[in-house]
T-cell receptor
Framework: DGGITQSPKYLFRKEGQNVTLSCEQNLNHDAMYWYRQDPGQGLRLIYYSQIVNDFQKGDIAEGYSVSREKKESFPLTVTSAQKNPTAFYLC????????????FGSGTRLTVV | RKEVEQDPGPFNVPEGATVAFNCTYSNSASQSFFWYRQDCRKEPKLLMSVYSSGNEDGRFTAQLNRASQYISLLIRDSKLSDSATYLCVARDNYGQNFVFGPGTRLSVLP
């Protein structure tokens, strides 16, 4: 079955650590996205990529980094520079056809301990 | 920055009621529109696309008014299981980024 997989489901980070969240899709989608969601809040775009080896900053890119070495994979690194990383992180993918919506992964819940 | 606005609610309605959500978007170049449903602590899931002619899927009806830059979602005969946050989404005409509204929370009460 085609889909988008995020791992891990839960992640705990110590102060000052970098952590990497995985996102893999087998939908043959060109575009991939990372969003952050805080409790009771809407989705905020961190980074997106529309083609391999290219990505763009979203609204809240500071303290995060990404790579897009393969079409299927778009990992997100939460660096120590991100001062308030505790949140729900959602990865999504879409085709470039305007009429199609996003497919979301099931999310990673990151907590700083 | 393009914006999509929604009434955050919460909308508390009794089972069996009809409830309507509205959404406005500011970018007239937006081409595609969607409603997503998000349950607590879960990922958003596509509920339905929104077409200019309006579309219906069972108890759900979506409408688009391009002149007023307004999208609506109507839920008839509300069920307890409809309780969720409903996100309005606009996609620009190059098929690139999506802009999400903040969501409207619905609680259907027994």
């Amino acid at each position: 079955d085609g889909g988008i997989t995020q791992s891990p489901k839960y992640l705990f980070r110590k102060e000052g650590q970098n952590v990497t969240l995985s996102c893999e899709q087998n939908l043959n989608h060109d575009a991939m996205y990372w969003y952050r969601q805080d409790p009771g809040q809407g989705l905020r775009l961190i980074y997106y990529s529309q083609i391999v080896n290219d990505f763009q900053k979203g609204d809240i890119a500071e303290g995060y980094s990404v790579s897009r070495e393969k079409k299927e994979s778009f990992p997100l690194t939460v660096t120590s520079a991100q001062k308030n990383p505790t949140a729900f992180y959602l990865c999504a993918s879409s085709s470039m056809t305007a009429g199609n919506g996003y497919t979301f992964g099931s999310g990673t819940r990151l907590t700083v301990v | 920055r393009k914006e999509v606005e929604q009434d955050p609610g919460p909308f508390n309605v009794p089972e069996g009621a009809t409830v309507a959500f509205n959404c406005t978007y500011s970018n007239s170049a937006s081409q595609s529109f969607f409603w997503y449903r998000q349950d607590c602590r879960k990922e958003p899931k596509l509920l339905m696309s929104v077409y200019s002619s309006g579309n219906e899927d069972g108890r759900f009806t979506a409408q688009l008014n391009r002149a007023s830059q307004y999208i609506s979602l109507l839920i008839r005969d509300s069920k307890l299981s409809d309780s969720a946050t409903y996100l309005c989404v606009a996609r620009d005409n190059y098929g690139q980024n999506f802009v999400f509204g903040p969501g409207t929370r619905l609680s259907v009460l027994p």
